[in-house]
């Protein structure tokens, strides 16, 4: 008869396989029917969730380990996603629990590679970001760019629209440990071009970008987590968004990250997918 260390270790290669071969169906066997997932955005998932069919990515697993305790296993590890727009790397725990006489996972918690439970510091930009905030921007631009993937254009964006954006306060930086800023997003009061008159019950995001250097680093899930709280900070219901119909990797990131499709709308030669989420009004 296998250990209890077997049947874990045997678990946890499946969970893996799972991911590596893009089939999840083992985690019918793997996962306790109350199996919850916690993600970097803040999200809680269950069983089914997790069991949902997603796109094939490459998937490398490292660092694995693994640790019993009784009636309870914590498993840890690192792992590194590929997706159309870059890498994502993050870290995780697993935890298992044998219940009358069966191993299965009852949880994992995920969390960005690099972070840790670091505060993220979002400030408003200064004049002085201008520069800065159009390179990144057109850093991202290009990169989707030269994949295929399009959002925006290189040089589509003029200059003094991020200017004006910045004077208004819209304009949002996180700025690195050398100075240069690692991300920016826009939050606006209204978009009539892609949602029309606005009622004042909503935040509109646009632009968020990530630095190359700091792709990866789960940057954009806390990103969007910080917008939501500021859409509730300043009393409104929801936080709207848009991307590029085509753009099937942002559509499937923004419904993983709790936004729903609202519609599609045309600005110049764009279609655009609209989302919103809703928050909950504080006290």
């Known amino acids: 008869m296998a250990s209890d260390e077997e049947v874990v270790r045997r678990l946890e290669r499946a969970w893996n396989e799972a991911y590596l071969s893009n089939d999840r169906s083992a985690f019918a066997e793997i996962l306790a029917d109350d199996f919850r997932g916690f993600l970097p955005d803040g999200r809680s998932i269950a069983k089914a969730e997790l069991m949902a069919p997603t796109e094939p990515r490459r998937v490398e697993f490292s660092e694995l380990s693994l640790h019993l305790f009784g009636p309870t296993a914590l498993s840890r ?36 590679c690099g972070e840790g439970l ?25 990169w989707l760019g030269a994949r ?34 690692d ?23 646009h632009r968020l970008c990530v630095a190359r250097a700091r792709a990866g680093a789960g940057l954009g899930a806390r990103l969007l987590a910080w917008a939501l709280g500021e859409t509730a900070a300043r009393g409104r219901a929801r936080l709207r968004l848009d991307c590029v119909a085509s753009n099937g990797f942002l559509r499937a990131y923004y ?3 709790g936004f729903a499709e609202r519609g599609e709308a045309r600005l110049g030669d764009f279609v655009l997918t609209r989302f919103e989420r809703a928050v909950p009004r504080r006290p």
């Open 255 to 257: 419904t993983k990250a």
């Open 148 to 181: 295929g993937i399009r959002q925006w254009l290189p040089g589509a964006l003029p200059a003094p629209v991020v200017t004006a954006g910045i004077a208004r306060g819209e304009v949002f930086v996180v700025r690195g440990a050398r100075g240069g800023l």
């Open 183 to 205: 991300a920016t997003l826009q939050l606006q009061d209204a978009d009539p071009d892609v949602w029309g008159p606005d009622d004042g019950s909503a935040l509109y995001l």
């Open 77 to 112: 590890g690192r792992v590194r996603v590929e997706h159309p727009e870059g890498a994502a790397e993050q870290r995780f725990v697993r935890i298992y629990s044998k219940r009358k006489g069966r191993w299965q996972a009852v949880a994992v918690q995920v969390f960005p």
């Open 118 to 142: 670091a505060a993220l510091r979002v400030e408003r930009a200064q004049a002085d970001d201008a520069a800065a905030v159009y390179a990144l921007f057109e850093e991202s631009a290009e």
